[in-house]
């Protein structure tokens, strides 16, 4: 069905930093070339739209260990139900906890001011969490960079609004990106020499003890690293968006979500994309007041 809704006020798109430029291409809003490509009419020519996508990404170390692990209690289906039933009966256990129950931030080295680096240490281990859990007792140590300077691309493969985006995140195209991923790699492997940890390990399983030069680590990280979910800067202020968060050209129209960052936050992108909410809410009650 096709439907027709008018509004009297302002529309807000919160869609997320693949969201969000996907729906503004696909209503007109984006470079011209590209979208004309697609057969789109161009409402405003906004080259800024799907452009500078930054994100964390995050190379995930394995180590076995000779202590049980959460992937010795999920492994079978009554384990997880028993799982289950504690936290409903008592709000504890496993599903009590955080994702990660250790993290750190950290310098590479003495040239940079603040921490470049986040570790996040989780209890279990798994080639993906789609697939489930290692059958062993393993742990994960992740290194996630916090300040890359790559940026990356959203774009439309099609005028069909089912049709995914074509996404290209471009991680480690710079040289500080690709220093920083491995000297963190090499942080998180002294860590795991240092007591009391060393004595619950038993051995690195990734990248593992054949990886050893810079060159082998980087190219160890190019082909297993994942993203952490933070992607930002699709629809950014100043090319995309003014400084009320308005998208420049079109009337009535504004976008609140992590989309809308000229750079990527050092950290987790929950809290402020929250804020980025309130923000816009204190931003429409003003121009309310104003009659703007």
């Not at 590479?108 to 059958?135: K, L, Y």
């Amino acid at each position: 069905q096709t439907r027709r809704i008018d509004v009297r006020g302002e529309v807000i798109l919160s869609a997320g930093a693949i969201g969000s430029p996907q729906i503004l291409m696909l209503s007109g809003i984006g470079e011209a070339a590209h979208l004309a490509s697609h057969g789109i009419g161009v409402a405003a020519d906004l080259p800024g739209v799907g452009r500078g996508l930054q994100d964390h990404l995050q190379a995930r170390l394995v180590f076995t260990c000779n202590e049980p692990t959460l992937n010795d209690e999920v492994r079978k289906l009554w384990q997880q139900a028993r799982i289950a039933l504690k936290y409903a009966l008592f709000r504890a256990g496993p599903m009590s906890m955080a994702a990660s129950l250790a993290t750190g931030f950290l310098r590479t080295n003495d040239r940079v001011a603040t921490p470049d680096i986040q570790f996040h240490v989780q209890p279990w281990s798994a080639d993906s969490p789609g697939e489930g859990v290692h059958p062993f007792s393993a742990f994960t140590m992740s290194v996630c960079q916090l300040r890359p300077e790559s940026r990356g691309t959203v774009r439309l493969k099609s005028s069909d609004p089912a049709a995914y985006p074509a996404i290209q995140p471009n991680y480690l195209a710079t040289p500080t990106d690709c220093e920083t991923v491995v000297a963190g790699i090499r942080i998180a492997r002294r860590i795991a020499t240092e007591r009391p940890l060393a004595g619950k390990i038993t051995a690195e399983m990734r990248p593992g003890p054949d990886v050893q030069s810079d060159a082998e680590l980087l190219d160890w990280a190019r082909n297993s690293a994942t993203t952490i979910y933070h992607p930002t800067g699709t629809a950014a202020m100043g090319p995309v968006l003014d400084e009320r968060l308005r998208v420049r050209g079109i009337r009535g129209l504004r976008v609140a979500d992590c989309s809308i960052m000229p750079e990527i936050v050092s950290g987790n992108t929950n809290a402020p994309a929250i804020m980025i909410g309130e923000k816009a809410a204190d931003l429409l009650r003003e121009d309310r007041r104003r009659g703007a």
